[in-house]
């Protein structure tokens, strides 16, 4: 079984910067790719960014382009999500996932796709 730990979550004002990792607990799990999703309060699970393992290509979701870059680390077994830019809306528990399905990268934002979650590292942006 594999477990995703996040770390790194925080409180920040808006316009700063907080970056949260995940390391996975086993490294030669088949992965395909891993991505970061978010919940805020009342409101459903949704896709933030997502990479493919094994070339690095990734994914966002339109509301975070520019402002977020989601990047991986072989060596340290861990991927990480730089949040530039901060907004109030983007206060969330934010959640690492991994999935061995094989899709194209579009599909990469289905919560449903994904294998393994963490336990969520909460981030909160004050206005």
């Known amino acids: 079984q594999v477990q995703l730990v996040e770390s790194g979550g925080g409180l920040v004002q808006a316009g700063g910067s907080l970056r949260v990792s995940c390391e996975a607990s086993?490294?030669?799990?088949?992965?395909?790719?891993m991505g970061w999703f978010r919940q805020a309060p009342g409101k459903e699970r949704e896709f933030v960014a997502a990479i493919r393992w094994s070339d690095g290509r990734t994914y966002y979701t339109d509301s975070v382009k520019g402002r977020f870059t989601i990047s991986r680390d072989n060596a340290k077994n861990t991927v990480n999500l730089q949040m530039n830019n901060l907004k109030p809306e983007d206060t969330a528990v934010y959640y690492c996932?991994?999935?061995?399905?094989?899709?194209?990268?579009?599909?990469?934002?289905?919560?449903?796709?994904?294998?393994?979650w963490g336990q969520g590292t909460q981030v909160t942006v004050s206005s």
């Open positions: 996932a991994a999935t061995t399905k094989v899709v194209a990268m579009v599909v990469l934002g289905r919560v449903t796709l994904y294998d393994y």
């Open positions: 086993k490294r030669t799990f088949s992965r395909y790719a």
